[in-house]
């Protein structure tokens, strides 16, 4: 994970009080995007950590679905639990209860480890970032948007799926024509790859411009600045009245 510093602080956090911040929601070119992110922003991803084997969210998840999702070695076969959640609404809203607890405290960690680092910028890639109304927390929100024939297309080349599997996946996230409405930014990405480096570079300036006061006294270098001019105030204030 990268992590930079500078007097310029970007940082993304769920919690209101913390809101100077970065989300980056991106489906479909998601993962290269973010990964592209990776060498400018700090970035995560939970989704292999709550399913790790002998975890809380991996003991939920074998109790409700049974052993038969597991491979050999004990973790989870997720192409195997996929191919079940993504067939089955029920099952998937399952799924999503069990580990909702175990995600969204792994990434309030996540997000409180990089605030104290002083990171600029935290990108959360959350795919359900609507659904699971976490976007109240976060700000800008970014949506990589496709029409929907190209998504299916790239999602049937990228995962050599069938079509009833692949519509299936895509109709378990809210439509991204929606999403790109709820957005603060979109990114159509109906062209090649080189026109979305050009369309990420002009987001990226956008989301490293330099903070509003608000944000700065926010960022932990605002909070660290303040506590010195406290301290410094009551030290002050404390020699000048026992000097009187
Ligand atoms: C179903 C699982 C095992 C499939 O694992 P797999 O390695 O095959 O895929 P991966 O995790 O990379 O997800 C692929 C894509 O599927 C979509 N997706 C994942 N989980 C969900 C879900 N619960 N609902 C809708 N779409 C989902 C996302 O777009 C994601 O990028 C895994 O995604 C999982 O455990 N999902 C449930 C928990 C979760 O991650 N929820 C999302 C919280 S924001
Ligand atoms: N502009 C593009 N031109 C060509 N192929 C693309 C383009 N954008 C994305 N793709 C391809 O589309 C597929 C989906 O992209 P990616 O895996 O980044 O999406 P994602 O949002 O992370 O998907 P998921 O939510 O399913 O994890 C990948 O195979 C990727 O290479």
Redesign the pocket.
Known sequence: MQCHTSPILFFNFILKPFHSNFTLF?????????NTLLLFLSHFGLSTDVLKKGSRGWKKVVAAFGENILQADGEVDRSKLGQIVFSDPGKRQLLNQLLAPYISSGILLEIVKLWMRGCQVIVL?V?LLFEAKMDKWTKPIIV?W?DPETQLQ??L???RTSEEDARN?INA?MALDLKRTKADIVID?????D??NEEFKKVLLQVTRPLTWTEFWLSRHGALSALVLVVAGVVVSRKFYSSL
Do not use: Y
């Open positions: 991106l489906p479909k070119k998601k993962k290269i995007v973010s890639d795919p990589v496709v790239r999602l080349a990228r995962d996946r996230q990405n109906t062209g090649s790859l026109d979305l």
